[in-house]
């Protein structure tokens, strides 16, 4: 199984910009996914084949990459960004998580 | 407003079974793939299984091949998952997700709130 790795935690100031990594152990094209999960509830898409918003979401929130590093920007940070990310991808085989990064407002 | 509400979740013994509903509301079900993902107690998420709009391709993770069904009724908008022979690691809460793309499963862009499994004597 393709295995998606990201940083544990973050911790960053409003109004910064922040970026969360995850690395595949192998390509994955562009077929990474990004999701936000507050406490307490279910997952929100907020990014899908690599580099689109999905609806709703903010504009501060963008995602690059492809092959086996992806990044989510967030800029600027806001209070209520504090959740964890989790990066999906839907290239190979079973459709993998990574393990999330939690994401702390200072 | 796309609507996904699970039910049937709760405490079971090793080795029983119990079955997940998932009623969808506000899009016509029939024309999206539908999947669960689980997330284990202060863990990540793990995709556990898919069906096509017709119900006629399904698609699972190894792990629960052979013990869970994942099953749907279009006429009722209604998303199933039937597990049996449930271990203590299948313990998760257990979300129904729609898929927005067709073919094979690819992302998960509405998501339920969530329905806990326990699996323990």
Redesign the interface.
Known sequence: DTVLTQSPALAVSPGERVTISCKASESVST?M?W?QQKPG?????LI??ASNL??GVPARFSGSGSGTDFTLTIDPVEADDTATY?C?Q?WNG???????TKLELK | EVQLVESGGGLVQPGRSMKLSCAASGFTFSSFPMAWVRQAPTKGLEWVATISTSGGSTYYRDSVKGRFTISRDNAKSTLYLQMNSLRSEDTATYYCTRDPTTGIPHYFDYWGQGVMVTVSS
């Open positions: 077929r996914h999701y509830q279910q997952p929100k898409l899908y084949k999905a609806s989790f999906q839907s079973p459709r993998t998580f990574g393990g999330g």
